[in-house]
């Protein structure tokens, strides 16, 4: 890990934080992010997200550790001297400045002259397809045109670091879509590195080269999305990304690349062990919905099949969404696409489900 510091653009290095000398936060983190990454830090309120984001930015001070960027340490300069590019959700725009007053703010604080600022402050309302809006005060502007403009300024100073705090987070559902897509365009076309601070883990898979996941205090797992996705961990990423199916049972065989779990309810199926042991743990397996195969013609040879009762069918245009009752448990969730041959299953049919083996893990229970 040592050589890979030196050329990680932000370092977090055995970095804690406290707020009153017994609870921590954060916990010995580590985290390496390389220039022009895209990275996000995803987890549930209290996770210890937002506190990362805030020492790095100088809000907040590490109790413990080190935080460094461009190899310096920046544990001792103010958040203004660190030359950081910051969004938040709620805009914090200066309600008595025109757009471009705010945006030319930053770089007044920089002692950049006049004529510059001007050009500046154009082409960030140009990055943000806002040039016709720098007259205007943030009060005639919507929710959407606010966050650009919040943007706009993070952005003016050309900075390689931008900061990024639930930025979507009051925007409607297609407004926050196309945020997305123009924040991750515009970062890789800039060049700038991105920590970017969300609890939507959909927003997440979407937007990062990395995302890492956060759960009391910890990194539980850093990894591209499809690798987040397709194979958590433990079992808190599996269930805090996407939606995931749990059956509990024992580990009654461990073989290699594949182990045997007893479920509670005597069915014995096979499983990748991920996060288990020894014989004997108990364990939580998972497998992804749409892994699930209800069309006996479809599914390969080798695998697995349980016996199901469908307890509902729900329609829901471009999918099928089915709950099963399998194995004792009456939450077995199935997605399966709105295809001519899938046939609407009724409440109470009997069915036998079935999945490859390998898209089931063996996670801690």
């Not at 916990?27 to 997200?49: A, C, Q, R, V, Y």
């Not at 203004?80 to 705010?102: C, D, S, W």
């Not at 703010?105 to 002259?113: N, S």
Request: aromatic share 6%.
């Amino acid at each position: 890990m040592g050589s890979h510091t030196q050329d990680a653009f932000v370092a977090f290095d055995r970095v804690q934080k406290s707020y009153d000398g017994e609870t921590l936060v954060v916990k010995d983190l580590n985290l390496h992010i390389g220039k022009g990454e895209f990275l996000t830090m995803l987890g549930p309120s209290g996770s210890g997200k937002t506190t990362c984001l805030m020492m790095l930015a100088g809000f907040e001070t590490a109790t413990h550790g080190e935080i460094t960027l461009d190899g310096k340490p920046i544990n001792n300069i103010p958040p203004h001297k660190r030359g950081i590019g910051m969004v938040f959700q709620n805009y914090a725009l200066f309600p008595h400045m025109t757009v471009a007053e705010n945006l030319a703010f930053p770089l007044e604080v920089r002692k950049i002259g006049k004529s510059e600022r001007e050009e500046k402050v154009l082409r960030a309302l140009d990055m943000v397809q806002m040039g016709d809006f720098g007259g205007r005060r943030p009060a005639q502007l919507s929710g959407g045109q606010q966050q650009r403009i919040a943007l706009a300024r993070a952005l003016v100073f050309e900075p390689e670091l931008v900061l990024m705090d639930e930025p979507l987070g009051a925007l409607d559902k297609q407004l926050r879509e196309t945020m997305q897509f123009e924040i991750t365009n515009l970062a890789h076309r800039l060049g700038i590195t991105v920590v970017y601070v969300t609890h939507d883990q959909t927003e997440a898979l979407t937007m990062s080269d990395r995302v890492a996941v956060f759960d009391d205090g910890r990194i539980q797992q850093l990894a591209a999305p499809d690798t987040l996705y397709e194979e958590p961990q433990n079992s808190f990423v599996a269930q805090f990304i996407g939606e995931n199916n749990t059956l509990s049972g024992r580990v009654t065989r461990i073989d290699g690349d594949m182990c045997e779990v007893t479920l509670d309810d005597g069915e014995v199926i096979d499983a990748v062990p991920v996060n288990v042991s020894a014989v004997g743990d108990r364990t939580l397996v998972s497998i992804r919905p749409e892994r699930v195969e209800m069309n006996k013609d479809r599914l390969a040879p080798a695998a697995h099949t349980l016996k199901a009762e469908v307890a509902e069918f729900i329609y829901m245009g471009d999918i099928y969404r089915t709950r099963l009752r399998v194995a004792g448990r009456d939450d077995f969730i199935v997605k399966t696409r709105n295809a001519p041959d899938q046939r609407r299953l009724k409440p109470g049919e009997q069915i036998e489900i079935g999945w490859r083996r390998q898209d089931c893990r063996a996670l801690d229970a």
